[in-house]
C-alpha cells in the first residue's frame, strides 16, 4: 500500500521568503509522486509530478520538487514566496490501478 | 466552460434524504474518481470506473453508491444522508497515458451539508 505524509498541517511565510512544504511517502513499488494546489472554492489543479525520470522536477509557478529516494521524501519547494501562492497544497503518490493518495494537505500563508 | 462539470456546486439536505451529486467531462477520458474531502483529512476515495462497465470501490465507499451513465457522466449517490457526510465532494478523471502515471484533472466540487 502507498500513502503520504505531510508535515505540518499549516505554514507560514513573509512574502519573498523560501517556500518548503514536507511530505514523506511510502510506497511497496517504484512511486509516481505529485503536488496539487488548491485556490480557495476551486478544485485541486496539478503542480508537478514526478514519474521516475529527473529526480529534480520544475513545476507551474515556479515551484519544484525534488526526489528522495534515500530519505522517501518529496518536498515542494519555491525560492520566494508570493501573495499569490496562498493555497492548500497537497501531496499524493500514484498506487496501483492509477489510484491516487493524498496526504492531509498544508494550508500555505503568506504575509506581508 | 470547464472540462469537469459537477452539479449541484452546493446543497443543504436533511438527515434521510436521497441526494445524487452529478458530473460530466468533455475531456474524452474513461477514468472517473469520486473523492470526498474533510478538513485535516485530505481526499479520501469513495468510487472509481475505469469504463462504463466497470465500478469499483474506494476506501470509504460504505453509504455511497454511483452511476456511470456513460463515458462522459458519472453520479454519486446518498441512498440516506446523514450528518457525517457533510463534506467537499470531488470527481476527478484520467485517461489511460495520465492514468498510467496518475494524473487527475479535477472539478470545482460540491459541498454537501447534511443537516
Known amino acids: 500500500a502507498q500513502s503520504v505524509t505531510q508535515l505540518g498541517s499549516h505554514v507560514s511565510v513573509s512574502e519573498g521568503a523560501l517556500v518548503l512544504l514536507r511530505c514523506n511517502y511510502s510506497?511497496?513499488?517504484?512511486?509516481?509522486l505529485f503536488w496539487y494546489v488548491q485556490y480557495p472554492n476551486q478544485g485541486l489543479q496539478l503542480l508537478l509530478k514526478?514519474?521516475?525520470?529527473?529526480?529534480l522536477v520544475k513545476g507551474i509557478n515556479g515551484f519544484e520538487a525534488e526526489f528522495k529516494k534515500s530519505e522517501t521524501s518529496f518536498h515542494l519547494t519555491k525560492p520566494s514566496a508570493h501573495m499569490s501562492d496562498a493555497a492548500e497544497y497537497f501531496c499524493?503518490?500514484?498506487?496501483?490501478?492509477?489510484?491516487?493518495?493524498f496526504g492531509t494537505g498544508t494550508r500555505l500563508q503568506v504575509t506581508l | 466552460d470547464a472540462d469537469v462539470t459537477q452539479t449541484p456546486r452546493n446543497r443543504i439536505t436533511k438527515t434521510g434524504k436521497r441526494i445524487m451529486l452529478e458530473c460530466s467531462q468533455t475531456?474524452?477520458?474513461?477514468?472517473m474518481y469520486w473523492y470526498r474531502q474533510d478538513p485535516g483529512l485530505g481526499l479520501r476515495l469513495i468510487y472509481y470506473?475505469?469504463?462504463?462497465?466497470?465500478?469499483n470501490k474506494g476506501e470509504i465507499s460504505d453509504g455511497y453508491s454511483v452511476s456511470r451513465q456513460a463515458q462522459a457522466k458519472f453520479s454519486l449517490s446518498l441512498e440516506s444522508a446523514i450528518p457525517n457526510q457533510t463534506a467537499l465532494y470531488f470527481c476527478?478523471?484520467?485517461?489511460?497515458?495520465?492514468?498510467?502515471?496518475?494524473?487527475?484533472?479535477f472539478g470545482e466540487g460540491s459541498r454537501l451539508t447534511v443537516l
Open positions: 476527478a478523471t484520467s485517461d489511460l497515458t495520465s492514468g498510467n502515471t496518475g494524473e487527475l484533472f
Open positions: 470506473s475505469f469504463d462504463v462497465k466497470d465500478i
Open positions: 475531456k474524452g477520458h474513461d477514468r
Open positions: 510506497s511497496s513499488v517504484p512511486p509516481y
Open positions: 514526478y514519474t521516475s525520470a529527473a529526480t
Open positions: 499524493a503518490v500514484a498506487g496501483t490501478a492509477s489510484k491516487l493518495t
